[in-house]
């Protein structure tokens, strides 16, 4: 099983960017699907998920109204929407598979994951 996250990238403040996340050796439809991001100096931090099954989708407070995560199933890919950018959201971001069907309590927590991209970096800066 591969992730290949992309579309990181510099960006003023107030910007927006999209990441990708495709996968190979797996469908995502199958499982749950997360972005995470850890900024300079920070922990691990969960953004959304989406439980492909359920049809359910769940962000961090500190994105939600903001980010949009959304699903291509033709492309086994993931997206990530990313709006009104700010300083505090730069990290590295890295899409995550849950193997199977979590409940919610367990989304946030990367050790629960069992794929993990390679991630892809995002600078929020002017």
């Known amino acids: 099983v591969q992730l290949q996250a992309s579309g990181g990238g510099l960006v003023q403040p107030g910007g927006s960017l999209r990441l990708s996340c495709a996968a190979s050796?797996?469908?995502?439809?199958?499982?749950?699907v997360a972005w995470f991001r850890q900024g300079p100096g920070k922990e691990r931090e969960f953004v959304a998920a989406?439980?492909?099954?359920?049809?359910?989708?769940h962000y961090a407070s500190s994105v939600k109204g903001r980010f949009a995560i959304s699903r291509d199933k033709d492309k086994n890919t993931m997206y990530l929407q990313m709006n009104s950018l700010s300083p505090e959201d730069t990290g590295v971001y890295s899409c995550?598979?849950?193997?199977?069907?979590?409940?919610?309590?367990?989304?946030?927590?990367?050790?629960?994951?069992?794929?993990w991209g390679q991630g892809t970096l995002v600078t929020v800066s002017s």
């Open positions: 989406y439980r492909w099954r359920e049809g359910s989708i």
């Open positions: 050796g797996l469908t995502f439809g199958n499982h749950a």
């Open positions: 995550a598979v849950y193997v199977g069907r979590p409940i919610v309590s367990a989304l946030p927590n990367p050790g629960a994951y069992d794929y």
